[in-house]
C-alpha cells in the first residue's frame, strides 16, 4: 500500500487553504474589495428556512439563480442574480439586516448595513457580531490569518479579481463566482465553470466576433476557472473528510 495522503480535520487548528480561497473570492465580489469587515447584527441564532424554493418567483411563474434566507425571520428570496432580487427586497421591506446563502455546500451570509461579507466558518466575536476576517476564535486566528499561506491567497485573488485589466473588474468578479452575465459573456463563462473540456475556437472566437480581445477573453477565461476550481477544491476537501 502506498503511503495515504493526510489531511487534517477543520477541529485541529490546521487551515482550509481551499475554504478560505472561495471565502476570498465571494468577499471581493461581494465587497468589491479585500478588506474584513465586521457584522454587529448577529444577536440571535440564524431563522430557519421557511420555503425551498423562493415563493415570490413561484408565484410569478420566474426562475430563481441562487436561494438566500433572512438571518432573522428565515423568509426566503432569490439572489441579486435573480430577476426578482426578492432576498434584497425583504431587506427593503423589514430592515432585517442579514442573509445567508441556502445553498448546498455553501456557508456564508451578507449584511446589507455593513456591507460585509461573513465566513459562517468563523466563530463570533466577544462583542457579539462575527469577524469577517478571522478564521478561528483567539490566538489561532491571529497565527493563522498573518500565515505566509494566507497571503499568498490574499495576493492571488486580488491580482485576479481586482487589479486593472483589459476587461471590468465587476465582470471578472461575476465570472469567479458564477454570478449571471449577458450573452455572449454568460454562456461562455459558464461553460468554463460546468465544462471547460467542451470550449472549442467557435467560443472565443464568438466572443472574438461581439468586439471582445484576445486578451478580455483570457482574463475572463481565468476569472471563471480560477473561481469554478476552488469550488470544485474545497468540495473536494469536504468530501474526503479528515483523513484520505
Known sequence: MGRRLRIKSKTDG????????VDEIRRVAFQGSLAHRVCRHFDSPAGTPLAAAC??????GNRWVHLRSCWTCGAVGCCDSSRGRHARSHYEETGHPVIRSIEPGEAWAWCFVDRAYLSLRRQRTTGGGIASGSLRGGRDARVHDEGQ?????????ERVLTEPGSIDVAVRRAAAVGEALPPPLGGYVQKVRDHAYRVLDEDVDALLGAGYSEQQVFELTQAAAFGAGLVRLEAALAALGPEV
Open 14 to 21: 490546521s487551515m482550509d487553504l481551499a475554504a478560505m480561497l
Open 55 to 60: 415563493p415570490n418567483c413561484t408565484r410569478d
Open 149 to 157: 499561506a494566507a497571503t499568498r491567497i490574499r495576493e492571488l485573488t
